[in-house]
């Protein structure tokens, strides 16, 4: 079992900065891909962002691509998502959640965090 907590959200203006972070415990996310979700009021839930085990490989959704920075420290056990530029389109609920394989699709990953609120203000 991989118990994921996220942290970081908050509220902020237009064109700021937050950075979620992803901390696990239990088993070690080493041998885990790590995804990030959003869920905005109202709609469904959808791909952000994700982490092959090793960090080599990152994925983005094209609405984010350029703005969010996806990474991971193995010897934390922690993966973050550094968002910069933030629209208020950005608001949402944030998820971590850890799969066998980096994947876009959320059906395929086995572990998930409680999530965290992020909120970007006009």
């Known amino acids: 079992q991989v118990q994921l907590v996220e942290s970081g959200g908050g509220l902020v203006q237009a064109g700021g900065s937050l950075r979620l972070s992803c901390a696990a415990s239990?088993?070690?996310?080493?041998?885990?891909?790590v995804g990030w979700f959003r869920q905005a009021p109202g709609k469904e839930r959808e791909f952000v962002a994700t982490?092959?085990?090793?960090?080599?490989?990152?994925y983005y959704v094209d609405s984010v691509k350029g703005r969010f920075t996806i990474s991971r420290d193995n010897a934390k056990n922690t993966v973050y998502l550094q968002m910069n530029s933030l629209k208020p389109e950005d608001t949402a609920v944030y998820y971590c959640?850890?799969?066998?394989?980096?994947?876009?699709?959320?059906?395929?990953?086995?572990?998930w965090g409680q999530g965290t609120q992020v909120t970007v203000s006009s």
């Open positions: 959640a850890a799969s066998p394989i980096a994947t876009t699709s959320e059906r395929q990953y086995d572990y």
């Open positions: 982490i092959t085990w090793s960090g080599g490989n990152t």
């Open positions: 239990g088993r070690t996310l080493r041998s885990y891909a």
